[in-house]
Every structure is written in C-alpha cells, then in structure tokens.
C-alpha cells in the first residue's frame, strides 16, 4: 500500500485498479467529518477525516481489512518529510468481523467496525476518536511533532503490533526498522519490518501473514509472548 502526501494518494490511487470483493467505494459527511470507503486491488480501506482543515494542520485515520489502524498527522505548510507523520498499529485476531462503518445521527458517532471486531467510535462533531472497544488508550488531541502522532494504545484484550511514528513516511515503509508486538500481559518483542511485510516494486507494503501463519511464526520469533 501506498501512503503519503496526505491519505490522497492511496483514495485516487484506489479508483484505478479492480476492487476488492465486498468492497464498495462510498463517500459520506457527517456533521464535520468525512469517511470514505475505498476498494483497493486486494483490501478494502475506510479514511475518517475532519471536514474543517485550517493551515494543513489536521489529524486523520485509516483503517484497512489486514488489521491496519494508521493515525496520520498533517502538521501544516513545509516539505512532507517534516511535515506530515504517522503512526501505526495491526490488531488481531482479523475476519472476526467485516471492515464497515455506521452513523448515529441523534448521537453524533461514527463507529467503524475493524476485522478483529474492535469498534473505533468517532465524535463526528469534532472529528476525534472517544472509544475503541476492550481497549485502553490515551490521546493528545494536539497535532504536533513529538507526540508520536498523538494516540498510543496502552491494552486490549488480544496481542497486537505497534510500528511506531515516523515523520515523512508510514513505519511499515522502512523494510529495517523494528517493529513491537504486544501482548496482554506486557510483554514485548521486537522483530524487522521485513520479517512481516512484503516490499512490491511499485512500493506498495503487504502483510505477510494470515492469522495462522503470523501465530506460527511468533511462536518461533518471539516464544515470550502470550498469543
């Protein structure tokens, strides 16, 4: 997948290859936030956005059916490798549920339903995230550097995969970096982006693994964790 400048790239992108199956491509407002459904040639992905952008300065999400939960950070007017960041997680397990969303008009919420079953609600009023289901988290609501995009995911019920931030690029685009999977009690190990990803010559970043095959290699890779 394809990310940067902004999540413009990958919506237009999107439009010119063939869909994936169940996967609609839709755009909604509601209140002062925009979501849009985007069939990729493989994925589905859902962008929560905020209607209301002053100076490039904004915060926004991206959801895709391999578990990816993106924060992306517009940090205003500059060069967009100091400029724009993001932060990354993977949540499991995945095809518990279909990647979807739906709106509460008469409380202003959006809740996008990932494939581990996790719901990510939104204050569409405001455009930020309030809730994700068996998940503990905490927010700056401040779009600046050094926040690491302003989320952190401190526990959920399942072990998960913590890329990081990085200012110019998604973590994942780095084949080198180390990346964290987390598990529920605390426990950590890291391992390379390349040992979980695959790099195409068109740049785009696949997750390696189905759920089966990713549990297999922790196993191997990282025997501390409690999957």
């Not at 959801?63 to 993977?90: C, H, K, V, W």
């Amino acid at each position: 997948m394809k990310l940067f400048t902004t999540l413009t790239l990958l919506l237009l992108g999107a439009s010119q290859v063939v869909a994936a199956p169940n996967c609609a491509d839709k755009y909604e407002v509601f209140d002062n936030t925009t979501v849009q459904a985007v069939p990729g040639t493989t994925n589905c992905f859902i962008t929560v956005t905020p209607r209301n952008i002053y100076d490039l300065t904004y915060r926004d999400f991206l959801f895709d059916d391999d578990g990816l939960f993106m924060i992306f950070n517009s940090l205003g007017q500059g060069p967009e490798s100091e400029t724009t960041g993001a932060r990354e997680f993977y949540l499991f397990p995945r095809g518990v549920k279909p990647l979807s969303y739906d709106y509460d008009g008469a409380n202003k919420r959006l809740a996008v339903t990932t494939p581990s079953g996790k719901v990510f609600t939104f204050n569409t009023e405001k455009a930020i995230l309030v809730s994700i289901t068996d998940t503990t988290f905490t927010q700056d609501f401040n779009v600046v550097k050094g926040n690491n995009g302003g989320i952190e995911i401190t526990k959920t019920n399942n072990f998960f995969l913590d890329l990081g931030f990085t200012l110019g690029q998604s973590p994942s685009q780095n084949p080198g970096r180390k990346i964290t999977f987390k598990d529920t009690k605390g426990n950590t190990c890291q391992v390379k982006n390349s040992q979980v990803f695959r790099y195409t010559v068109d740049s785009d970043v696949i997750f390696k693994y189905n759920d089966a095959q990713l549990k297999t290699f922790l196993q191997t890779s990282c025997p501390k964790l409690k999957l």
